[in-house]
């Protein structure tokens, strides 16, 4: 195998959907041509221009040429030294996407897939020796050219020089972070932040969103809400991944994985979050004299936002103050010491992320430090390690405790002063938002 | 008699990619992130720390907050009573900041300094902070009531070496390119998911607007908000220093060589006093030569055996001023810096690597934080742990920092 590989074409499938042009447009930084194909022409010509607004610069036309699958693949695919599929996440719809890629590849050329949710051994299954050694996950984050947290994940038979290239020219030519993780459902990111991320949604069926969210805030370590994410990622995506983590995985917070009814009824009358103009929250149209709204889980229905009272919670205020000044430890052990129903939920959520990403250390990645690097740059969320060295491991593995969860291992044996974040090049402080 | 040895121990530079605004962040948060960093990463206690000087432009202006060496009595109660103090010489206060300190420390008045630069710039809008950036020239002359001033300004440095040399936009796209293409390596760089190629710098439409006369977009170095700390120190706490962690104290970087000068204020009066002369900013170029004189390097590649500098971290507040700083560092002849662009002399693996943490341009410009950068950069360099932007072999590293069109220049030469 050549160790002198380079990246001079990149073929982009999918490249009408916002991952595929968001992709591509990434590519088109460091790589002289980039193929933008789709169904049809026009559709690829849609994502072209559509990269050429999201990364403001003409130049990206100059790099880029366009093409439909039944025109255009094979003689793009000839010359592709990397063939990035993004199309939909169906099965039904990369099969035969992947027969036309195996097709028409070049040996030893790579392919990546950005699935984010498809098994890749599956994806692998019943391909070529050549094209398996040569195929791998590679999960940019949307939108990628904001995002930089991205996983690496292998099939069983892909050739390591093939993940050590990826992983070099992404993280130094894209600017990329780059997580390598196994080939479990819903890799690393995805299987910590969207458990946390349901919880919550299965929360706010008795609170409410609005107090789940005041609860779960920016002060826990995370520059955007939990429900305000659901809404932003799509309620239909969200239930994509905890879906497959559900029917696929058996750990110890199975149902907290489980899709709440309400969403599934929702989601049916195709209630998907901000694209279809609104999920747990809903803006008022701009001009109107209405504010914005808030859902009701329980009835479906939309009520104002401003006919919601939440029960004072001081100490959040006190935390944004400390954390306005820098005072990070200061402000956690706030949060740690705080009495009330709130607190007290706030604490049990915080403990379950932390307890959760130590237990999946071994089964989706090698070290805390992958599952931090995908959290902290893939989720932009407090890395766990973040929380537990802020607020000291003795706080942590006690908040584990009172939220009724088994103390990881890693947290109850650690020595006395360990430092858990590996990261010296992250400020740990631009996770602690001070709102 | 010789000049007692100034040692740098290391220190810390926050992510200048944050927006401490969107994080609703107070400056004191900034400063206590930045002190608070490189007590962990260089292994310094408190109790260790004798006295602070804080660089920074214009708090007042940005963060209606002046009296900033105070702050940093707010980091931590070991600091409650220690000396400190503010230096201010627009963007090149923080070398201000690190002279004064290096002055101390060669008195023999103190064994362990912390420098600060700081700079708090997105609490306003870009029209208004480059309304204030405009103090840093003489304001009623250069910069009252014109949209950006100092573009123009730099713009016009161009303009003077296309008027005695003749000047190419593709070299200074290509020193854009360059800088866009290093900030990628550099974790803590504000510009690291930018998308920049030599296309784009290159372009002439309005996603690469126009800002200042030949200056676009592209050419620009970009305000952040951003701190750097750094510790100096004697050569008695560098050897206690080393010895306690099993190194040598030829292991610790020291400052080898400094210059410093300032040119009058106004950029015409600049361009006037050069107009014989051999280089466009003579005081600059002194400024350069002065630290290394001061380092016993005659020359940048060390020609005729002797010590050489292995790279520089210069000010490239804009294109045309890394353009200036190529030929005035003596990497080319007056005139000639398009063929150290032209040759691939400034990358990273070339003969003489320019910026290779991507500079002020890629890196990012919190103005009062650059010149302490720039100095925490070369430890960097020199101490092998720069990451992926390591210079290969780096014993000798020169920073240069100017304040204003070419006004103030301060000038390290940073070496093992």
New interface residues.
């Given amino acids: 195998m050549s160790n002198q590989r380079s990246l001079e074409h990149v073929v982009v499938l999918g490249a009408n959907g916002t991952m595929g042009f968001g992709s591509a447009?990434l590519f088109?930084?460091a790589v002289p041509r980039v193929t933008f194909l789709a169904r049809t022409r026009a559709k690829a010509e849609e994502g072209l221009a559509a990269a050429i607004a999201q990364?403001?610069?003409?130049?990206?036309a100059?790099?880029s040429d366009v093409g439909s699958y039944d025109d255009d693949l094979a003689a793009a695919l000839a010359t592709a030294d990397l063939v990035f599929e993004a199309v939909a996440e169906d099965p039904a719809i990369k099969g035969p996407i992947f027969d036309l890629i195996e097709a028409h590849r070049r040996p030893g050329s790579m392919v990546a897939t950005v699935s984010s949710g498809l098994s890749i051994n599956g994806l692998a299954a019943g391909r070529s020796d050549d094209f398996r050694a040569n195929f791998c996950g590679l999960h940019f984050f949307n939108p990628p050219?904001?995002i930089?947290g991205t996983e690496l994940i292998p099939n069983a038979d892909t050739d390591p020089e093939v993940l050590d290239f990826l992983e070099t020219f992404c993280?130094?030519?894209?600017?990329r972070e780059m997580v390598r993780t196994e080939d479990t459902p819903a890799f690393a990111g995805n299987r910590v932040g969207f458990k946390v991320l349901n919880e919550c949604a299965q929360m706010a069926e008795d609170l409410g969103p609005m107090l789940v969210d005041r609860i779960v805030g920016p002060y826990t370590g995370r520059?955007l809400t939990p429900l305000a994410t659901i809404d932003l990622v799509g309620w239909d995506v969200h239930r994509a991944i905890v879906d497959n983590v559900y029917e696929n995985t058996k750990d110890e917070v199975h149902e907290t994985n489980k899709l709440p009814d309400y969403m599934a009824k929702l989601i049916d009358q195709g209630v998907l979050g901000r694209k279809t103009g609104g999920g747990f929250f809903k803006r008022a149209p701009k001009g109107s004299d209405e504010g914005d709204m808030v859902l009701v889980p329980a009835t479906g229905d939309y009520v104002p936002q401003s006919s919601i009272t939440l029960p004072d919670m001081p100490y959040v205020d006190e935390i944004?103050d400390l954390?306005?000044?820098?005072?990070y430890v200061e402000g956690l052990n706030v949060l740690c010491d705080a009495k009330g129903a709130e607190a007290a939920l706030a604490r049990k959520v915080m403990a379950g992320y932390i307890a959760y990403s130590f237990e999946r250390v071994g089964e989706v990645c090698e070290s805390i430090t992958d599952i931090d690097r995908i959290m902290g740059m893939g989720f932009n969320w407090a890395p766990p390690s973040v929380l537990v060295d802020t607020m000291g491991t003795a706080n942590a593995v006690k908040m584990i405790a009172e939220a009724g969860l088994s103390v990881p291992a890693a947290l109850a044996d650690a020595a006395p002063g360990t430092q858990f974040f590996n990261h010296?090049?992250?400020?740990a402080?631009?996770f602690?938002?001070?709102? | 008699m010789t000049t007692p040895d100034v040692y740098v121990i290391g220190g810390y530079q926050?992510?200048f990619g944050?927006n401490w605004t969107?994080?609703?962040?107070?400056f004191?948060?900034?400063?206590?992130?930045a002190v608070?960093?490189a007590m962990q990463?260089a292994d310094i206690p408190a109790g260790d720390i004798e006295s602070a000087h804080v660089g920074n432009f214009a708090a007042e202006l940005y963060c209606m907050q002046g009296h900033l060496g105070a702050f940093f009595t707010?980091v931590d109660p070991a600091f409650s009573g220690l000396p400190t103090g503010r230096h201010e010489a627009a963007c090149a206060s923080g070398s201000i900041a690190l002279l004064a300190a290096s002055a101390e420390i060669e008195a023999g008045r103190y064994d362990l300094q912390a420098v600060v630069g700081i700079e708090q710039m997105k609490t306003v809008a870009s029209s208004l902070g480059g309304s204030y950036l405009g103090t840093a020239a003489w304001y009623e002359k250069e910069a009252e009531g014109i949209d950006f001033p100092f573009p123009k300004l730099f713009g016009k440095l161009g303009d003077e070496y296309d008027k005695r040399y003749g000047l190419a936009d593709e070299h200074l796209a290509e020193i854009s390119r360059l800088n866009y293409d290093n900030a990628?390596?550099n974790?803590?760089a504000q510009t690291?998911?930018w998308?920049?190629?030599k296309?784009?710098a290159l372009?002439r439409?309005d996603?690469?607007a126009e800002v200042g006369g030949r200056i676009r977009l592209a050419d620009c170095s970009q305000v952040t908000d951003g701190a750097v700390c750094v510790f100096l120190a004697s050569r008695e706490y560098a050897e206690n220093y080393a010895a306690e962690r099993g190194l040598s104290i030829d292991d610790i970087p020291r400052i080898k060589g400094w210059g410093h000068n300032t040119a009058r204020l106004l950029f015409e009066d600049k361009v006037k006093e050069s107009r014989e002369a051999e280089y466009v900013l003579p005081h600059v170029r002194s400024t350069i030569t002065s630290a290394m004189e001061r380092a016993g390097i005659s020359d940048v590649f060390g020609e005729g055996g002797g010590v050489k500098i292995d790279g520089i971290e210069t000010h490239d507040c804009f294109t045309t001023s890394e353009y200036m700083a190529i030929d005035h560092f003596g990497i080319t002849a007056p005139g000639e810096s398009w063929k150290a662009v032209e040759e691939g002399v400034l990358e990273i693996d070339g003969k003489m690597p320019i910026n290779p943490s991507g500079g002020l341009i890629g890196a990012g410009h919190p103005v009062g934080a650059t010149g302490v950068r720039q100095l925490l950069d070369a430890h960097k360099q020199v101490t092998g742990t720069a990451?992926?932007y390591q210079i290969d072999g780096a014993k000798n590293i020169q920073t240069l920092n100017i304040g204003g069109s070419g006004t103030t220049s301060v000038s390290f030469v940073v070496g093992v």
């Fill in positions: 447009a088109t930084q990364v403001r610069s003409n130049s990206l100059s790099r050219n904001v930089t993280r130094t030519r894209l600017g520059a944004a954390y306005s000044q820098g005072r010296p090049t992250t400020n402080g631009r602690f938002v001070a709102a | 926050t992510d944050r969107k994080e609703n962040k107070h004191s948060a900034l400063m206590r992130e608070t960093g990463s707010e990628k390596l974790p803590n690291r998911t998308y920049m190629n296309e784009h372009a439409d996603m690469n990451g992926d």
